[in-house]
């Protein structure tokens, strides 16, 4: 398993997320971004909680934050060079953002994310 400080692989996440254009980021509500330990299942590298966009009505309010989880240790541990890394961090950044945005995983698999 390749081996990564999570300070960096925080910076990894955050220019994955700098990727993303600005007109789709500007869209992105409520949601907070951060970095777990231990999936709640094997190879799970991400994962979103919450309310997507697109499910949110008039009486969404006072909610606390939709959470992406992105599963660092998971990620090294398929990854086999440094470039896959931030690959793999960028794929996953943009498959959980994806969810917030409404889009399920089969239209992600049709798009070639998944």
């Given at each position: 398993?390749?081996?990564?400080?999570?300070?960096?692989?925080?910076?990894?996440?955050?220019?994955?997320?700098?990727?993303?254009?600005?007109?789709?980021?500007?869209?992105?509500?409520?949601?907070?971004?951060?970095?777990?330990?231990?999936?709640?299942?094997?190879?799970?590298?991400?994962?979103?909680?919450?309310?997507?966009?697109?499910?949110?009505?008039?009486?969404?309010?006072?909610?606390?934050?939709?959470?992406?989880?992105?599963?660092?240790?998971?990620?090294?541990?398929?990854c086999?060079?440094?470039?896959?890394?931030?690959?793999?961090?960028?794929?996953?950044?943009?498959?959980?953002?994806?969810?917030?945005f409404?889009?399920?995983d089969?239209?992600?698999?049709?798009?070639?994310?998944?």
């Amino acid at each position: 398993m390749l081996q990564t400080s999570r300070r960096h692989f925080e910076e990894l996440v955050a220019d994955a997320l700098d990727s993303i254009p600005p007109e789709l980021t500007d869209y992105m509500d409520n949601v907070v971004i951060t970095l777990a330990e231990d999936p709640p299942e094997p190879g799970l590298l991400g994962l979103y909680e919450g309310v997507p966009l697109t499910e949110r009505g008039d009486s969404y309010s006072g909610v606390l934050p939709d959470r992406i989880l992105i599963y660092w240790k998971e990620i090294l541990a398929i990854c086999d060079t440094a470039e896959d890394v931030v690959e793999e961090v960028r794929i996953t950044v943009v498959h959980e953002i994806a969810h917030h945005f409404g889009i399920d995983d089969e239209r992600l698999h049709e798009l070639g994310w998944s």
